[in-house]
């Protein structure tokens, strides 16, 4: 399971970019799981001012590298950091 921490002040509906980026819908707070082709099984959750991410590799592994990239932008809006400052994040742990 992995810790984003949300940046200072960025207030992101987490919910309603999951569903504009995946397609899922769900409570954010109570835990959100959906799938995503060439990510796997995602379970997410909201607590405070991070967000909780457990990921369960698919399978089988996709060629389209595109979703990582979507992946990047969606974790860019909820949280408020570049993928640097994400990095950076985990480097403090």
């Given at each position: 399971?992995?810790?984003?921490?949300?940046?200072?002040?960025?207030?992101?509906?987490?919910?309603?970019?999951?569903?504009?980026?995946?397609?899922?819908?769900?409570?954010?707070?109570?835990?959100?799981?959906?799938?995503?082709?060439?990510?796997?099984k995602?379970?997410?959750?909201?607590?405070?001012?991070?967000?909780?991410?457990?990921?369960?590799?698919?399978?089988?592994?996709?060629?389209?590298?595109?979703?990582?990239?979507?992946?990047?932008?969606?974790?860019?809006?909820?949280?408020?950091?570049?993928t640097?400052?994400?990095?950076?994040?985990?480097?403090?742990?």
């Amino acid at each position: 399971m992995r810790e984003y921490k949300i940046k200072k002040g960025h207030n992101p509906d987490i919910g309603a970019l999951i569903n504009k980026f995946f397609g899922a819908k769900g409570n954010i707070t109570t835990g959100i799981k959906f799938e995503v082709e060439g990510i796997g099984k995602i379970d997410m959750k909201q607590e405070k001012n991070f967000l909780l991410v457990d990921i369960e590799p698919p399978k089988t592994v996709c060629g389209d590298y595109s979703i990582i990239k979507k992946w990047n932008e969606f974790l860019f809006e909820a949280t408020g950091m570049t993928t640097k400052e994400r990095k950076k994040e985990f480097g403090k742990r």
